[in-house]
């Protein structure tokens, strides 16, 4: 029985795996990470079988379970093997052509990953308190009054002002509303894969020797955190004192804090070398900071005076993609809507009009914008995504459209549009 409830479960797994990529949306994802653990514990079942018989003296039986373990391990192993052909090539553009009579742009090369210049003073700020040593003491005070303050009397100004800077990603996930710190990496502002930003962010060769280190700063602006699965997490209330819970990850001090500011939290994640929490009390000083004279005269003029210099581009609207590896990039987009909304992306191949990763492009695109009555003004929206159909090697020209869904509930409608070649990530 438990071998054949392995077999079962090794060809469930398989098919599901082997799905194409334009059909594997997060549903079977799911699937296919549950049918995986289900795999490995019948794999195991297995072997407790065989240790159950030879336990109880049922010896033929206990032989046949312990020889089939190795059996199975090689079925498991053509399993992967069949996998790695089936689902590295995807087939989608096989029989696609760049088309000869539009603009077709080429999406730019990543910069070079390092420390951004002064204006992205938070960055700064971090990687000023990884230069001491640190203590033993791994207290942390929850001093965010000023975002108390603002959420309390100006809650539309607190979002106008994290959605127009550029050092910050407003977006939605599962129904909730997150700001996510944003960081410059070289010249560019660049939201990281959910946030994090490690020394190899900024100093991926080691050339400045910056010591190691994670970290992520989040505002749930619905007042539920990110990271809701973390059972390592220290639960702050806004004003206390409280000794973080240390684990350990990438063989660092790892700490979660999540802060409870009224209806709305604070959570700061860090992995660093000493106990003592050196970025996150750092993060939650420059956010107190950062916030402070907006709390105190909460209007559109102090909110331009707080953004970082740079911040606001004046101009023509610009959309460029800059490229991390085949299939997978950033959006840098230079737009004012004119009003407060949410901006996504949508993506089309040009030649048939195939949507392209509808369902996760607009989930991982989405970003509230800055916005003001001045055209000319321009806000930043940066975001990174993947693009599955497709497959390396194999280019083909994608439309991409920016479109934007007002807060006031009026229509959605298109800002601008552009055609990239692009390619899709090869799973």
Request: charged share 20%.
């Amino acid at each position: 029985m438990p071998v054949l409830t392995f077999t079962f479960i090794l060809g469930t797994f398989t098919f599901v795996a082997a799905l194409p990529a334009s059909v594997h949306q997060k549903p079977l994802t799911i699937l296919a990470d549950i049918l995986f653990a289900m795999l490995c514990l019948s794999f195991l079942g297995i072997l407790t079988a065989s240790i159950i018989n030879f336990t109880k003296k049922h010896w033929f039986k206990g032989i046949v379970n312990f020889l089939m373990l190795p059996v199975c391990g090689i079925a498991a192993v053509f399993s992967s093997i069949f996998l790695m052909y089936a689902i590295s090539d995807d087939g989608f553009a096989d029989d696609l052509a760049i088309p000869t009579d539009i603009v077709v742009a080429e999406p730019k090369k990543m910069p070079e990953p390092q420390a951004g210049s002064a204006e992205d003073t938070f960055q700064h700020a971090l990687l000023s308190a990884l230069a001491s040593e640190g203590t033993d003491d791994s207290s942390v005070t929850a001093e965010v009054t000023a975002l108390q303050q603002l959420q309390q009397n100006a809650p539309d100004v607190l979002r106008r002002y994290l959605a127009a800077s550029p050092s910050w990603r407003v977006f939605t996930e599962h129904g909730d509303v997150f700001a996510t710190r944003r960081w410059l990496i070289g010249p560019v502002w660049q939201y990281s894969l959910h946030g994090y930003y490690t020394n190899y962010d900024i100093d991926t060769w080691q050339k400045a020797v910056v010591p190691e280190f994670q970290s992520r700063l989040t505002i749930g602006l619905s007042g539920n955190p990110w990271a809701r699965n973390n059972r390592q997490q220290t639960r702050i209330e806004a004003g206390d004192t409280a000794i973080a819970h240390l684990s350990t990850g990438n063989e660092m001090q790892e700490s979660y804090c999540v802060i409870s500011a009224g209806d709305l939290v604070v959570e700061v994640f860090e992995q660093s070398s000493a106990k003592e929490r050196r970025l996150t009390k750092t993060a939650l000083t420059h956010l107190n900071g950062e916030l402070q004279p907006i709390a105190q005269e909460p209007n559109w003029t102090t909110v331009q005076t707080a953004i970082p210099a740079a911040g606001i581009h004046h101009g023509e609207p610009s959309f460029d993609l800059w490229e991390d590896q085949p299939g997978i990039y950033n959006s840098e987009i230079w737009i004012n809507p004119g009003e407060s909304g949410m901006l996504y992306l949508k993506a089309f191949e040009v030649t048939k009009g195939t949507a392209l990763s509808a369902d996760r492009l607009r989930e991982s695109s989405n970003e509230w914008i800055g916005w003001s009555d001045n055209p000319k003004e321009l806000f930043l929206s940066n975001t990174e995504f993947t693009i599955y159909e497709g497959d390396y090697g194999k280019p083909y020209a994608a439309r991409f459209e920016v479109w934007f869904a007002p807060d006031s509930g009026a229509p959605e409608w298109k800002l601008t549009e552009r055609v990239f070649k692009i390619e899709g990530w090869q799973r």
